[in-house]
């Protein structure tokens, strides 16, 4: 195994197929170890993700009810297709630009409390973006919520890829919490704000106030395992810029075509199939629903392909799907939605693991990218192609999405599937401080 002394510093070895190390692998917190000797009972670790999960659950929720709150911001306040791209927009422009900010901050210093106060505002936005009839003050509202949603997924995927020891799985998990989010998103608005209309908004924070409490077993699990005085030496390895580069334009397309169809498919829907708001409520809870199921199937596939595989067959399947549900008539586009939404999220939580492997010095600085920047980045699209259909149609605004997957696609023909960088963890006895501080512990 190796060790990490002036002599012999960490290195990187191959990893397996999917991109992990057969035998020790990465940890930058006292959260994981080398395979066969995690820190923690399994069933702490178990429970530390399913808490995560649960609870990137109850944040998520906030950024799918964006777009559920689009026909009735229509149909109550008049707002036309450049409109409610604006609020869309407010939601994404602050978010991607804050999330790597939050990224760099937290590869510095960990901060862990902000998971629950991040929750607690990206739920005070939306709570309150219905309770004025100002266009501005809505914006305003959407956009703190974005803010909270920025400051959580940086420091959430480092906390879960640790508590994941690694593995994809463990991170797939964590993701398809937020993928429910989503789909839960379309169901929780509709119930909340149909029966009485915008006016019942702030009945949403409820969701943040849950996520909140769910955070806090977790950082006591933090400080327990800091307190026991076990930690890993100082994470070193090169990073791989250009493949991460690549990396994020990939992620950047697949934001454009998820963004565009997240804001437009309930408007779509309704359009194509009739039968009001909840036609258009139906397709985007698809959307998001084939999401989880995508998110877990990536990293099912991954641990048997790679992830830079599966990553790049699904992109092709994605396009496929996309052309269908702007194309197929009748029904059958709630079946070309599922298969979009799958297509769309197999690399997702993948794409998240690649990008902190290719650096592994910036760990918090690539999950805010990959998940911040990169994503959110498509909100920046829609009042393109909401201006483009307020002139011409719906549909013809949303065709370009298709050749989005395509260029993820090529992409992703140019990554290489990382090695994970080595780090060594020494177990400490708790009476042995000396050995911690050497350590880092």
Not at 216 to 235: I, K, S, Y
Request: aromatic share 6%.
């Amino acid at each position: 195994m190796p060790t990490s002394t002036p002599d012999n510093p960490p290195t990187s070895t191959p990893g397996t197929p999917d991109g992990t190390p057969a035998e020790p692998h990465r940890t930058p917190d006292g959260l994981s170890g080398t395979r066969g000797r995690p820190h923690g009972t399994p069933g702490r670790r178990n429970s530390s993700i399913t808490l995560l999960s649960v609870g990137h659950a109850c944040v998520d929720v906030y950024q799918g009810a964006v777009a559920a709150l689009v026909p009735f911001f229509v149909a109550e306040r008049g707002y036309g297709y450049a409109a409610v791209s604006g609020v869309v927009l407010a939601a994404s422009l602050l978010s991607s630009v804050a999330q790597p900010l939050f990224g760099a901050i937290t590869d510095r210093r960990p901060l862990p409390w902000l998971l629950p106060v991040s929750t607690l505002v990206g739920g005070a936005g939306i709570a309150l973006s219905g309770v004025s009839g100002s266009y501005p003050l809505t914006l305003a509202f959407v956009a703190l919520s974005g803010v909270g949603v920025a400051a959580y997924h940086p420091e959430s995927a480092r906390v879960a890829r640790l508590a994941a020891r690694d593995g994809h799985r463990g991170m797939a998990w964590f993701s398809l919490g937020g993928n429910l989010g989503f789909a839960a998103a379309p169901l929780l608005v509709s119930v909340v704000v149909a029966g009485g209309g915008l006016r019942l908004t702030p009945l949403l924070v409820l969701p943040a106030l849950a996520g909140a409490a769910l955070c806090l077993p977790v950082l006591r699990e933090l400080e327990r395992r800091r307190a026991a005085g076990t930690g890993p030496a100082p994470v070193t390895g090169p990073d791989d810029r250009a493949s991460f580069v690549r990396l994020s334009l990939a992620v950047v397309c697949r934001s454009i075509v998820f963004t565009g169809l997240s804001t437009f498919l309930s408007l779509f829907a309704t359009q194509r199939a009739g039968g009001g708001t909840a036609a258009g409520t139906a397709a985007l809870v698809v959307l998001y629903a084939g999401g989880a199921v995508g998110s877990v199937l990536g990293g099912a596939l991954a641990d048997r392909w790679g992830r830079v595989a599966v990553a790049r067959w699904s992109y092709l399947v994605a396009a496929v799907a996309v052309a269908g549900v702007l194309l197929v008539p009748g029904p059958a586009l709630y079946g070309c939605v599922a298969l979009t939404s799958a297509g769309l999220y197999v690399p997702f939580s993948l794409q998240v693991t690649l990008g902190q492997d290719y650096l592994p010095s910036r760990f918090g600085t690539a999950s805010g990218i990959t998940l911040g920047l990169t994503v959110s980045i498509g909100g920046l699209a829609s009042p393109l192609i909401g201006g483009l259909a307020d002139a011409t149609s719906l549909r013809t605004a949303l065709l370009p999405l298709v050749l989005m997957p395509v260029l993820s696609w090529l992409l992703f023909r140019t990554l290489p599937e990382p090695a994970v960088p080595v780090v060594p963890v020494v177990p400490v006895a708790p009476g042995d401080r000396s050995a911690a501080a050497k350590t880092g512990g």
